[in-house]
């Protein structure tokens, strides 16, 4: 079994470094890390008085509440595709 090569990614994310270890591509990394940072960004500009931890908080839970809305859509569009498929049988 062949093991995938990890490459380490240096990202600033709200004016901290971090070195990103993983298996997907420096550029992959660097997007991901620039959304988490437009979006601490934007909620920091509506609640300057957040901390940073609190602030992290709620750009994770703002990211989890998108993933699940794409999983709800996701699979309502895959459910009618396959009531499609059906009745063309």
Do not use: C
Not at 38 to 55: A, F, H, Q, T, Y
Not at 58 to 73: G, Q
Request: hydrophobic share 35%; net charge positive; aromatic share 4%.
């Amino acid at each position: 079994m062949s093991q995938t090569q990890k490459k380490r990614t240096t990202v600033d994310i709200y004016g901290q470094q971090y070195v990103i270890v993983g298996t997907e591509s420096s550029s992959h990394i660097r997007l991901v890390a620039s959304m988490v940072d437009d979006k601490m960004r934007e909620i920091g500009s509506k609640n300057p008085s957040l901390d940073v931890s609190k602030l992290a908080v709620l750009t994770a839970l703002n990211a989890i509440n998108d993933l699940i809305n794409l999983r709800d859509r996701y699979e309502k569009l895959e459910a009618e595709l396959n009531r499609e498929k059906d009745e063309k049988r």
